[in-house]
């Protein structure tokens, strides 16, 4: 009797499970070993580090390019340089005078922007060029002019004796030309789906 009860319950448990009854995914053989698999793999694909912040910030590269050029534009106009003559005559030197190169700053700093707005229009293959090489020309050109005033000075064909004092517009042209070229730089890691390693 007892063997007969038994049986009639097996019988009776699998006539109540229907067709569609199946087992879940995470109650099948190796569901839970393959779900850790996956997960490791995607989190193994996600860049870390500063590689990562910089990927998830990519998106203020074109921004930061066309606010930077203007601080470049501006910069060239302002004061480059104060300049004493004999402790009594005292002028101004500006980026945009015929002996500095503001005017090349100025051009570089138009560039600047344009760099920025195909950053921001998803041009990354050029803007980031763009970005990158006005970058470097601008920070260049603010340490020639920085050079030549403090070794000769505005007046190298004169033999005066002047005492120059940088200004601030030198150092903001310089600042924002490295924030253009910083911006390239950070244009280059914007987010990228891996593709799937073998």
Known sequence: ????????????????????????????????????????????????????????????????????????????????????????VEFDVHGTDPDQHGRL?????????AAGLLLAAGRLAWGRMLAIMTGLMVPLTATVDLVHLYREGPFADNSLTTDVIVGPGLWLAAACGFLVFLAGLAAGFTHRSPGPRS
């Open 1 to 88: 009797l007892g063997v007969a009860g038994d049986a009639r319950g097996r019988g009776a448990s699998v006539a109540a499970a229907q067709p569609w009854d199946l087992p879940s995914s995470a109650n099948r053989p190796g569901a839970g070993a393959a779900g850790a698999t996956g997960g490791a793999r995607d989190a193994a694909r996600r860049p870390g580090g500063w590689r990562g912040v910089l990927g998830r910030c990519s998106w203020l590269a074109g921004p930061v390019a066309i606010c930077a050029g203007l601080g470049v534009i501006l910069a060239s106009g302002m004061r480059w340089a104060t300049v004493k003559a004999y402790g009594l």
């Open 105 to 113: 700053t100025v051009v570089l700093g138009i560039l600047a922007v």
